[in-house]
């Protein structure tokens, strides 16, 4: 029904092209993805997996789908046998809210968090036996928000304690994204330390990036909880996180008052964002165009009108023969030398000969 | 001498037939010593199938040969077997015929004019050849050229190197016949089949020069007029070649890939020769110098030969061909056969060679090693290439003594001509000769 009735908009977008479409489209982009990834593993990183989880229970909660988020987790977590709640992940001291859940949908989880996998999530150069629920199918319409958090440094994000992912690699996998047409906007948030070394080399256009510190700053954890015994979320995603439970799918709160969010006071860090690169002004883009997928309907009492499809008839006659159609490999062209070649090699052979020789002599030889 | 050299090559053609039938061929065909990236069979069949699927076989680093090579095994691809024998047989023709014509006109008349003229010292007779000695010289030559397993293996691994063969002997054969054009248009033919038969082109005015009476001094006129002549026909020939290969294809593109690729070395495929290991080790920064010197090395031992060996044009021809075997950039055991064909020319010099022993064993103990070591590292894996490369080093090495070894028994030999066998001192003792 939904379905139907999403197709009537397109058709009536098509028809009404000045009118609606402005207002309809302003902000560009037709569908949304998220890809939130931890960089962590083991017990003590309880608070990336809380940070991340708690973005996508935000993400989820405002309208984007599981088909539309990749989900990367170390996912040790929740059943850790240190964990002494088990099949939980709280993010707010005494057990407030579980962002765990009951449908958590993880796409890379353990062992597959790697820095391979996330460049070819982003970039799509998956191997074709990868399922859809692990691809980042976006296209050039597609708002993405990007997460990242773990432990950082300058220029560089710690993967799973083995490997990091740089600056550099991140902003040439944004520009494949751009060149691939893979995104309409990004939004791009990464909390760890001196996490603003991080968007520092992005060069491709409509990407807009946040970040929890700044270079040479450290981001700090928030709070432990003692019957769980792990700092349980960070200073900026908590902030971030008690942001985002006040938006809802209607809300009209833009960009501008993202960047308020966790000042100097609340984390210690100085958060840091750059929108040079991004076209639209900050103060027109709604939170909800990044972290919620709001689907726009808009009812008519008016009739479609149907574009006239151009039938192509295909008559039997005008067909070729099945043999020929069968065997029209192109006929194999044998090389030779070009006539001149051995026009000109043979003359010349022969007028050496008979330069040494002379002609007088040719009696001689024969 | 039809006869022994007719039966020669029957015997020759019969013993690489036989190879060929057997299966032994596809595995000489794959040796590293036997074949090089220039030379291998296996990438003339890939250009040729590469031509006919509409592509340039010089794209990609597969085919390294010239468009002459193109266009004669474009037609005579299924008799490639034939076309190596021939050529085998042409090379020992050639080399018959130019030692022949070289004991004749040079050897016999300069001791015939030099004993009339008395200038021969009297205890130094033994010194002089007769013609009865000289008599089956070039039977030996052919005999070593055609029946040297260097040279079988070569032709059975069907190895261009054996046309390159083919083309260097028909230069000496017409070179000591006399003939400037000839010598001069098949120099440029092996010149441009690989770069290195340039530095022949000193030997080669030499015995001209000598042989028309033109005085090799360079305050004369007509000695730089005939280094015009023949520069000038050589590098007309050469610049004819090019064009006509340009238009064999169409393009340009053959020049990188021979020449760029003979000067510049990419391939570090293991080889006899010196290049492989040092540039394998080398960093980047280091590479353009060590191949300058690398490949200044063949051509810089041109002038100062010739300075010394103005007067032996044939025995510098011999050591220019020495030096190019061992200092090209992918040498194999067909270059070497080609000198070593040559060796019996100046089998008189046996008096005075002083290490022949040690690099006759070497030579065939480094020959015998060579599949050893090859097989211990790549296969078995308990070698590396340091090994193979000390067999590669001592086997140019004891090449190496051999060429300085004839080198010091000519000069001595001339020296005797000049000063008398047994050598005085001022006071009439005995003299020993030392080289300095």
């Known amino acids: ?366 | 001498m039809a006869a022994p050299l007719t039966l020669l090559l029957v015997v020759a053609v019969t013993i690489r037939a036989a190879l060929y039938r057997s299966s032994l061929a596809e595995v000489i065909a794959e040796r590293v010593e036997v074949v090089s990236p220039i030379t291998a069979w296996k990438r003339v069949i890939e250009g040729l199938a590469l031509l006919d699927l509409g592509v340039s076989p010089y794209s990609g680093d597969v085919f390294h040969e010239t468009p002459l090579v193109i266009y004669l095994f474009h037609f005579l691809v299924d008799y490639a077997e034939i076309t190596f024998m021939l050529a085998d047989v042409i090379s020992a023709i050639a080399l018959y015929l130019a030692v022949k014509e070289y004991n004749k006109q040079v050897v016999r008349k300069k001791q015939k004019f030099a004993l009339e003229a008395d200038r021969y010292p009297q205890d130094c007779l033994e010194l002089i050849r007769s013609p009865k000695e000289m008599l089956y010289i070039p039977l030996k030559v052919a005999m070593f050229y055609l029946l040297n397993p260097f040279t079988i293996l070569s032709c059975v691994a069907k190895s261009t190197c054996g046309l390159n063969n083919a083309v260097i002997s028909l230069f000496i054969l017409t070179t000591i016949k006399g003939n400037a054009l000839l010598s001069a248009v098949f120099l440029c033919l092996a010149t441009y089949q690989s770069i290195y038969p340039l530095t022949l082109c000193a030997p080669a005015m030499l015995y001209l020069m000598q042989r028309q009476y033109i005085p090799v001094n360079y305050r004369r006129a007509s000695f730089w007029w005939f280094v015009v002549q023949y520069l000038f026909m050589y590098l007309g020939s050469l610049f004819v070649l090019i064009c006509l290969s340009f238009f064999l294809l169409g393009s340009w593109d053959y020049l990188p890939s021979v020449y760029g690729f003979i000067l510049s070395v990419p391939d570090l495929t293991p080889n006899i020769g010196l290049f492989w290991y040092f540039f394998a080790e080398m960093f980047e920064h280091f590479r353009l110098f060590f191949l300058c010197v690398f490949q200044i090395n063949v051509f810089f031992y041109t002038v100062p030969l010739s300075i010394k060996l103005k007067d032996h044009p044939v025995f510098l021809m011999f050591m220019q061909l020495a030096v190019i075997s061992i200092f090209k950039s992918y040498p194999t055991v067909g270059d070497i056969a080609l000198y070593m064909a040559l060796l019996p020319v100046w089998s008189h010099l046996h008096r005075f060679l002083r290490n022949i022993f040690l690099v006759s064993c070497v030579l065939l103990a480094c020959s015998v090693l060579f599949p050893v070591l090859w097989h211990l590292w790549i296969y078995a894996g308990s070698a590396n290439s340091n090994f193979y490369y000390a067999i590669t080093l001592l086997f140019n090495v004891a090449q190496i003594l051999l060429v300085s070894d004839y080198f010091y028994a000519f000069l001595r030999r001339e020296h005797h001509l000049i000063h008398g066998l047994y050598l005085k001192k001022k006071d009439g003792s005995e003299a020993t000769l030392v080289l300095k």
């Open chain 1, 1 to 366: 029904m939904l379905a139907a009735i999403i197709m009537l908009i397109f058709i009536c977008f098509c028809v009404h092209f000045q009118n609606t479409a402005g207002q309809f489209f302003s902000s560009g982009h037709t569908n949304n993805w998220a890809v939130l990834v931890c960089t962590s593993r083991f017990w003590f990183n309880y608070r990336h997996v809380a940070n991340t989880l708690s973005v996508y229970r935000s993400v989820k909660r405002l309208g984007i789908p599981d088909s539309h988020i990749v989900l990367m987790l170390a996912d040790d977590m929740a059943c850790n046998h240190r964990n002494p709640k088990p099949a939980t992940v709280f993010s707010h001291r005494n057990m407030e809210l579980n962002v765990y859940g009951d449908d958590v949908e993880v796409d890379y989880r353990g062992y597959e968090v790697t820095v391979e996998n996330f460049l070819r999530v982003l970039t799509g150069r998956l191997p074709p036996s990868t399922p859809r629920s692990k691809r980042l199918l976006s296209d050039d319409r597609s708002n993405i928000l990007i997460y990242l958090t773990g432990h950082g440094g300058n220029g560089f994000l710690k993967f799973q304690d083995s490997e990091e992912i740089s600056n550099v690699e991140l902003a040439d996998a944004f520009e494949q994204m751009w060149q691939k047409r893979r995104y309409n906007e990004l939004l791009f948030i990464i909390d760890t330390c001196q996490g603003a070394s991080m968007y520092e080399r992005f060069y491709s256009p409509n990407i807009m990036a946040l970040a929890s510190s700044q270079v040479g700053e450290d981001s700090l954890s928030h709070q432990p909880d003692l019957a769980i015994g792990v700092h349980l979320m960070d200073r900026y995603t908590f902030y971030l996180l008690e942001f985002l439970e006040d938006i809802h799918p209607a809300s009209k709160s833009n960009m501008n008052d993202l960047f308020k969010v966790c000042p100097k006071s609340q984390c210690v860090s100085t958060p840091g964002h750059r929108t040079d690169l991004f076209l639209r002004d900050p103060g027109s883009v709604l939170i909800t165009d990044f972290f919620g997928s709001v689907r726009k309907v808009e009812i008519t009492m008016e009739q479609p009108y149907l574009l006239k499809v151009q039938e192509k008839t295909y008559s039997y006659v005008d067909q070729l023969p099945v043999s020929e159609i069968i065997h029209q490999k192109p006929k194999q062209k044998d090389w030779h030398p070009p006539d001149g070649f051995i026009l000109g090699l043979w003359t010349l052979i022969l007028l050496v000969f008979f330069k040494t020789y002379g002609i007088k002599h040719l009696k001689h030889i024969f």
